[in-house]
């Protein structure tokens, strides 16, 4: 399989989930899973494995961050391992871009784990999901992680706002909504000053926050996943055409929403055309490190 080749592609999805393993194992238990459909209406099992996950994409002609989270610490649910992410993506390298999650309450040995996966396996950045995850991102027990991704020049990538998961659950599942405030995300923005960032998801009930931090910090960037393009808040259109587009990134939240879905409605929204490619495509390898001439050489 060839290395991914920017020139060929049309858009760049920096937000996809690898939410069931070669093994059969799920990413979340099954009464989180549940209550995520539910509240994404999505009818029946859509959990692809990563090899078609692959060729949905290479179908299409763009390219996909890949990755898990690692929560079970909270959750007490075993991950899908990012070891195991990372060699199917190495699979394909053509279409997939792969990113890891350790959760940081693994400590120095979380520490570890992260160098070994972009040193050993080729990740390219890390997910996180606070409310899942039972840490607020300011937790100076995630620094230490913080500082690893720094040095090694990875991106790090955080839930923000509203999630489906545990949406109707008695509790909410145990998630507090209040660690995916992106406010939080100033701190270590402050903190780990060289530290790559991207906020996930228009940040509902924050929006405003979000789009506060990623004007005023520079290493602060936002994807546009988990909401169809027409339910966007007016604010969010306005920055992304002006004071963001070189730090607003294409994300789809597949397979709960899919590119062809999310791509139909950002369409239709009054996003100037030369800002368009920007968001697709530009931003995101440009941050990724794929506009280089060695990006992702096998």
């Known amino acids: 399989m060839t290395a991914l080749n920017l ?38 099992a859509r959990e692809p494995a990563i090899p078609e996950i692959a060729a949905y994409y290479r179908e299409r002609k763009m390219a ?21 992410v990372a060699a199917a993506c190495a699979e394909h390298p053509d279409v997939l871009i792969p990113f890891a999650s350790v959760d940081p309450w693994r400590g120095r040995a979380g520490v570890r784990l992260a160098r070994r996966l972009v040193t050993e396996h080729g ?21 230490p992680l913080y ?20 949406a109707g659950v008695p509790g909410g599942g145990g998630i507090r909504l ?48 988990g909401w169809s393009p027409k339910y966007f808040p007016p604010q969010l259109i306005r920055y992304a055409n002006t004071l963001l587009k070189d730090k607003v990134l294409f994300g789809s939240d597949y397979p709960v929403i899919t590119p062809d879905r999310w791509l139909a409605d950002f369409a239709k929204l009054d996003i100037e055309p030369e ?3 920007l968001i697709l495509k530009d931003n995101a390898a440009r941050l990724l490190g794929l506009d280089k001439s060695d990006a992702l050489a096998v």
Request: hydrophobic residues 40%; glycine residues 6%.
């Open 64 to 84: 996909a961050v890949v990755f898990t989270v690692d929560a079970e610490h909270a959750t007490g649910h075993p991950p899908i391992p990012s070891e195991e």
């Open 147 to 166: 500082e690893a991704l720094q040095e090694l020049g990875v991106p790090a990538l955080f839930h923000t706002g509203q999630t489906g998961i545990g």
């Open 178 to 225: 209040k660690y995916s405030n992106p406010m939080l995300v100033d701190d270590v923005a402050t903190d780990f000053p060289d530290l790559k960032i991207i906020l996930a998801h228009p940040s509902f009930p924050w929006q405003d926050e979000a789009l506060a931090v990623a004007t005023h910090k520079p290493t602060v960037h936002i994807d546009l996943s």
């Open 7 to 44: 020139d060929e592609l049309t858009a760049i999805d920096v937000h996809t989930h690898a939410e069931i393993s070669a093994s059969g194992h799920r990413s979340l238990s099954p009464e989180l899973s549940a209550a995520s459909a539910a509240y994404f209406k999505v009818r029946g």
């Open 275 to 277: 800002v368009r490619p």
């Open 123 to 143: 990740v390219r950045g890390f997910k996180f999901h606070p409310g899942l995850q039972g840490f607020a991102p300011d937790d100076p027990m995630a620094y």
